[in-house]
């Protein structure tokens, strides 16, 4: 009898250990350093009540991670939306106490991060770049190419893009940022890039499509990822324009941006069944039918960084 209570004595405090353990552990992905969400050309954080990062940062929320949306310019240089993101940065540590917070940028969201990782490491545990220019965009570039400098076209180019951001402003609420369509498209070409490259190189890869650096010199990890699949829902009426967008391209691209530009750091995938607005769960979710929920990918990249201890 004596043993039969010790047994059940042991049980009990074998089941209480347990529940302590699962009930003190961390959430699937809370991570230690808020993560900052990075909006690329065109973005916005928040979109009349759409997200830009569709339904992202909730479910990223949901199991444990401190996150917050950045709101900068939707045209301007790598640099100067660079000092916009620098600025919330600070903020976002002065809210949460952190030492660091983890940068995920999308397109041209990858350089704007790096630009802070560059010039305030002390700031940055890692960026992750999602379908980023690293090493520019043929679209830009034909787009900058076909446009000629100084025109009349190119002063039609302006306008328009100048109305879009202004109605995006509104939109979102940040209608007093500074737009510069002509400054974010150089800045998209592949000229604009491997000069942006040159002042801030970390986690760029050396060779034309490999891995750069996992943790460069600065102290900050560097991660990517990308899809290489331009047509992946017939429900998804944005899938034609990328379609026709990527075949401009020589190589497997996303729709605006090729397979090996999207390079940075560790590269964890560059062939998901995604073009450039699945990567962000856009256009309302739809995506394709036999490719991982996007929202799942953010969710295994917040654990990874926990892992990491970032």
């Not at 990062?53 to 996150?67: E, H």
């Not at 220019?133 to 570039?141: E, L």
């Not at 939109?171 to 604009?192: F, I, K, M, R, Y």
């Amino acid at each position: 009898m004596k043993a039969f209570f010790t047994l059940i004595l042991c049980s009990v405090i074998a089941w209480n250990a347990q529940a302590i353990s699962f009930w003190s552990s961390k959430g699937y992905t809370e991570t230690k350093y808020p993560i900052v969400l990075v909006h690329g050309l065109f973005g916005f954080d928040s979109l009349a009540g759409f997200d830009y990062f569709y339904g992202i940062p909730q479910t990223l929320s949901k199991s444990g991670a401190k996150v917050y949306v950045a709101q900068i310019s939707a045209t301007n240089s790598s640099e100067v939306r660079g000092e916009q993101l620098l600025a919330q940065v600070e903020n976002v540590l002065a809210i949460t106490g952190a030492d660091k917070v983890n940068l995920i940028g999308h397109s041209h969201g990858a350089p704007t991060a790096r630009y802070v990782a560059s010039v305030a490491p002390q700031m940055v545990a890692s960026v992750t770049s999602i379908g980023g220019v690293n090493k520019g965009s043929k679209v830009a570039d034909i787009v900058r190419n076909t446009v000629p400098e100084d025109s009349v076209s190119e002063a039609i180019a302006v306008e328009l893009a100048g109305a879009l951001t202004t109605i995006i402003g509104v939109l979102s609420g940040g209608s007093d940022l500074p737009q510069d369509g002509l400054s974010s498209l150089q800045a998209l070409t592949t000229e604009g890039s491997l000069a942006f490259n040159e002042h801030y190189p970390e986690g760029v890869p050396r060779s034309s499509c490999g891995d750069g650096e996992w943790q460069a010199a600065n102290g900050v990890y560097y991660y990517s990822w990308t899809g290489t699949s331009t047509y992946t829902n017939v429900l998804d009426p944005a899938d034609p324009a990328m379609f026709i967008l990527g075949l401009t391209f020589d190589e497997p691209n996303d729709g605006l941006v090729g397979r090996c530009s999207t390079h940075l750091g560790r590269v964890i995938r560059d062939d998901y069944k995604m073009n450039h607005l699945d990567e962000i769960n856009g256009l309302l979710g739809i995506h394709h039918l036999f490719e991982t929920d996007p929202k799942t990918l953010y969710r295994q990249h917040a654990n990874r960084l926990q892992q990491q201890g970032l």
